[in-house]
């Protein structure tokens, strides 16, 4: 392998939030990093695995055998301790289709409406994996976590999904009030990077 000839990695994310959030992130890495949307369409795999490392992993190996290619996937979700858990692995479907990601908020928020603030503890939750067709059945893992509760209200207009109803253990803020770089910091998928980022860079230079 060439270090010299940056290897292509695909972001293999058709969530727009997402990408930004990890071009940021491997920024440091030197890698070509592409994202779906530069590619010929391809429909998303169907995400039935039972944990977030199980849809990560059939996503990154989804995406890299059929561009073959080094892919890197994630799959994350909220963890609501009083919902037993979810919305969980079905966080982008949390209501079923057809809602946008204010309508599972604000659906968020009204279930949760009767539960006092001891009790609204959350977590965000981030495996990543990446796969490459000369792996086989081997793969690179991380998982990320950022520690919180859910707001009683929305606040802020930044990042994606969730974000403005999560409050960050010792913040006052949601992560939709705080910029890119200061999510970055303390986010379950920058915590995720940055997990996975030396196994990664040692793989690109097939070490
Ligand atoms: P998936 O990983 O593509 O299956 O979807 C994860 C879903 O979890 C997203 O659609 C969001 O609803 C939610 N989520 C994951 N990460 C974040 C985040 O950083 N901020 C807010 N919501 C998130």
């Known amino acids: 392998m060439n270090p010299a000839i940056p290897q292509r990695v695909l972001i293999a994310t058709q969530n727009s939030?997402?990408?930004?959030?990890?071009?940021?992130l491997l920024e440091?890495?030197?890698?070509?990093?592409?994202?779906?949307?530069?590619?010929?369409?391809?429909?998303?795999?169907?995400?039935?695995?039972?944990?977030?490392?199980d849809n990560a992993r059939l996503k990154a190996r989804y995406y890299?055998?059929?561009?073959?290619?080094?892919a890197l996937a994630d799959d994350s979700g909220l963890v609501v301790d009083a919902l037993d858990g979810a919305p969980g692995v079905h966080s982008a479907r949390?209501?079923?289709?057809?809602?946008?990601?204010?309508?599972?908020?604000?659906?968020?928020?009204?279930t949760m409406s009767d539960v006092p603030q001891e009790n609204r503890t959350a977590r965000f939750v981030c495996a990543v994996v990446v796969c490459?067709?000369?792996?086989?059945?081997?793969?690179?893992?991380?998982?990320?976590?950022?520690?919180?509760?859910?707001?009683?209200?929305?606040?802020?207009?930044n990042g994606f999904g969730y974000d403005p109803v999560f409050v960050p253990d010792g913040e006052r803020r949601t992560t939709a009030e705080m910029d890119?770089?200061?999510?970055?910091?303390?986010?379950h998928r920058g915590n995720a990077i940055r997990a996975i980022a030396p196994a990664l860079e040692r793989l690109l230079l097939g070490e």
Do not use: C, W
């Open 17 to 24: 939030g997402k990408v930004r959030e990890f071009r940021r």
């Open 28 to 53: 440091h890495i030197p890698a070509q990093f592409v994202g779906l949307e530069e590619l010929p369409h391809v429909d998303a795999p169907s995400e039935d695995g039972a944990t977030f490392l």
């Open 180 to 187: 890119s770089e200061e999510k970055d910091q303390l986010s």
């Open 132 to 157: 490459r067709p000369s792996m086989g059945e081997e793969f690179l893992h991380a998982l990320g976590t950022v520690e919180g509760r859910i707001a009683f209200e929305k606040r802020g207009v």
């Open 94 to 110: 949390y209501g079923g289709d057809g809602l946008s990601d204010e309508d599972r908020t604000n659906l968020l928020l009204s």
């Open 64 to 70: 890299s055998e059929h561009f073959d290619s080094a």
